[in-house]
């Protein structure tokens, strides 16, 4: 079976996929099987090589602040010997809170640096699609899974989504810079939805909370700039709502265009 549906983004831990209850009977024993034979593929092998990103730390640029101190909610971020920010790698979940908390931007996911989403938006932007342009910025533990598993969703009912949608991969909710919504709007995306999790289920712990107090801040700023708050728009999921997913996009589409087409364009 296919062992991709129980896979998690922790190595070693496995999950049986919810059932539906207009599955058939022979989908739902699949959906174990694919489990078990996920874990059985891990144990058979002699050793487990555990990838693991990290935040990386700019000396020059640091100031000793500790804002990442009392960011970090693992720990992670401590002031060496010299007042400078280290980070320790055991316990970092490279989520990129302490990146959006650096006021002077000193720190960085290795993997996905601040610049190669900056550019992404820009890159997205440049797309050709037809109709209103959204992008999506999905979280790495609850929007992207969705997303991935929306495409069983489209194939199996034969429905689907625009393809103006772009999605962007970001670590995690806590992760979302401001600064990349508002250079989307400035790149002419019609609207941006953020996809991460739910309440409660944030992979790293309280992200999706430090977004909120972000984003309330930010509405403002659009607001200011002219540009309808309202094109902003806040996704809660989980990683197997691919169901949902599709259905969230369709509704997110049908609010931005209203907001766009009724103002003569996006703004």
Known sequence: PD???????????????????????????????????????????????????????????????????????????????????????????????????CPVGARDIVSSPHDYLLEAVRELADVEAEGD??????????????????????AERGVG?????????????GRLDTLYVLEAFKAGFDGVCVYRCREGHCHNLIGNLDMDRRINLLRTVLRSRNIDDARLRIVDISPFEGDRFVESVDAVYSTISTLVNGKGGPQ
């Open 133 to 154: 342009k959204v992008l999506g910025f999905l979280c790495s533990g609850c929007g992207y899974p969705a997303a991935d598993g929306a495409s069983d969703f489209v």
């Open 3 to 101: 062992t991709h549906p129980a896979e998690t983004i922790d190595p070693g831990i496995m999950v049986v996929p919810p059932r539906r209850s207009d599955m058939l009977e022979r989908d739902k024993v699949a959906s174990a099987d694919a489990a078990a034979m996920a874990l059985v593929l891990k144990l058979s092998q002699e050793s487990i090589t555990h990838y693991r990103d990290v935040s990386a730390v700019d000396e020059t640029l640091c100031g000793g602040c500790a804002s990442c101190v009392r960011t970090c909610a693992f720990g992670a971020c401590t002031l060496d010997e010299n007042g400078l920010s280290h980070v320790d790698i055991r316990r970092c979940r490279a989520c990129g809170k302490c990146v959006v908390g």
């Open 161 to 173: 989504y625009p393809t103006s949608f772009l999605p962007l991969r970001i670590p995690c909710g």
